[in-house]
């Protein structure tokens, strides 16, 4: 069987061979087992991530501040792709979590709905940051909002 795996080759747009594994025994310790140190080193590299998740937001409020939307648009398309070939969907929920509507314009917010349509059952935030979106454009745009709505829901 012929299976994506990050291990399987260097790249990660490849096709390979999964890695083969012997009998399904664990070997690993339970969670309450668990060390507090490998506790604690797992949740600082998850800190890091999320820190460098953290800069990237900032990085498209500045993109979006100095009046750059197609930078913006492509910051936003190239990054959410990268962690979907990753399946770093925690990443993107994260984002959709905390994304400040107030420093993105229409375009974008309908951008970060029509990017993560795909990957909708596996990011469990999208729907709320359908709510949120759908709120504002009821506000701002009343008469075209559920056109623009159809395509990204």
């Known amino acids: 069987m012929i299976t994506h795996h990050p291990l399987a080759s260097p790249n990660k747009n490849t096709w390979g061979p999964a890695p083969v594994v012997g009998p399904l025994v664990s070997t690993t310790k339970s969670w309450s087992q668990s060390s507090p140190r490998s506790l604690s080193a797992s949740h600082e590299a998850r800190s890091i991530e999320h820190d460098a998740t953290y800069a990237w937001i900032e990085e498209l409020y500045r993109r979006v ?18 962690w979907f070939d ?27 709905l029509g990017f993560t349509k795909v990957a909708r059952d596996q990011l469990h935030a999208r729907a709320a ?9 009821r506000g701002t745009d009343p008469q075209r909002c559920e056109r623009l709505l159809a395509r990204v829901r």
């Open 65 to 82: 501040a100095e009046s750059k939307p197609h930078a913006a648009m492509d910051l936003l398309l190239q990054q959410f792709d990268d």
């Open 86 to 112: 990753a399946r770093r969907f925690s990443d993107v929920d994260y984002v959709l979590r905390t994304i400040d509507l107030d420093k993105l314009d229409t375009t974008l917010q309908l951008g970060l």
């Open 129 to 137: 940051l359908l709510t949120r979106v759908e709120e504002r454009l």
